[in-house]
């Protein structure tokens, strides 16, 4: 399959999924947001969480699987550079009150100034550390 399409679809997909957790939870698709209650709160509203990350991480191993030509993950990368860029999204991800996908897919689709502004500060700084790993350090 085309990839612009495969690309199309799973951005309806995103779309869909955050509007029926808003709708019908009444919570907003922050990866980060959902990662944290599921490790801190407890019953019902534990439950949703975990189902949704694991869905999440489920979608991807299929894909991977069964999508002839999907992308595949890197191997051979440094697991200590992987668990400091991972601690690394983690503080920034508290700093910023969100992550890319509470700000971009669904504070954008609220019109929030913050996520707008928020965004913009991820896409730079995405921008300057690729530069930098690419250009400067030459890492990958």
């Not at 694991?54 to 992308?71: E, R």
Request: with cysteine; charged share 10%.
């Amino acid at each position: 399959m085309n990839p612009w399409l495969l690309a199309f679809f799973g951005g309806v997909l995103i779309g869909l999924s955050a509007t029926m957790l808003l709708l019908f939870n009444g919570r907003i698709a922050g990866i980060s947001g959902i990662f944290s209650g599921a490790m801190t709160n407890r019953g019902d509203d534990r439950t949703w969480r975990i189902s949704f990350l694991l869905a999440m991480i489920i979608g991807a191993t299929l894909y991977i699987k069964f999508v002839p030509g999907a992308p595949q993950p890197r191997e051979g990368f440094s697991n200590v550079l992987l668990v400091a860029g991972g601690l690394i999204v983690g503080v920034g991800t508290y700093i910023g009150g969100g992550c890319t996908s509470g700000h971009g897919v669904c504070g954008l689709g609220r019109l929030s100034k913050r996520s707008l502004i928020a965004v913009l500060v991820f896409m730079v700084t995405a921008i300057v550390t690729t530069y930098i790993v690419r250009h400067v350090l030459v890492i990958a």
